[in-house]
């Protein structure tokens, strides 16, 4: 990779790590948490959530690593044969595809199915059960691919020039 890139590849990286903190965060506790309340109550919770997220700090970041790795991923695809290029071409693949195209086609559709349901009515309970597994399950995978590509990101960073 082209040295200027190392700060970009950096950012990308601490990017990365940190939306897959907060993801982590909801696959160790705070989602365990949620199912020991009342279903009514772990849906408002959850549904409150979900409208507070959508904040500049976290959509900036989330989204603006998004981007970044994809400007990343032409760069090394253009050079390829450079020292860290396929680790930036890795590690962008896994967080666009593993997490941010996961949460755009898996979990966000499971929270605004949440947001309309009423958490005290007969479709609720139904719901919170199936939110619980599904979403859960989504929130693991982009974890992972976030972490993944973070550390993979950091090892591309150490290899470039």
Not at 50 to 66: K, Q, R, Y
Not at 111 to 127: E, I, Q, R, T, Y
Request: net charge positive; proline share 4%.
């Amino acid at each position: 990779m082209i040295g200027l890139l190392k700060l970009p590849v950096l950012i990308a990286a601490i990017g990365a790590f940190v939306i897959g903190g907060v993801f982590y965060g909801f696959s160790t506790f705070i989602m365990q948490a949620l199912a020991r309340v009342p279903g009514p109550e772990g849906i408002r919770a959850m549904q409150a959530i979900n409208i507070t997220v959508i904040n500049p700090f976290f959509i900036g970041l989330f989204i603006g690593t998004a981007l970044l790795l994809l400007g990343l991923a032409v760069v090394a695809g253009l050079n390829f044969g450079q020292p860290g290029a396929i680790h930036v071409l890795a590690g962008a693949a896994l967080y666009v595809l593993g997490c941010f195209a996961v949460t755009m086609v898996c979990n966000v559709p499971l929270n605004n199915a949440l947001a309309a349901v009423d958490p005290a009515g007969a479709d609720g309970a139904a719901l919170w059960a199936r939110y619980l597994r599904d979403w859960v399950f989504w929130n693991h995978v982009r974890t992972a691919a976030a972490l993944a590509g973070a550390v993979v990101l950091v090892l591309g960073w150490a290899q470039a020039r």
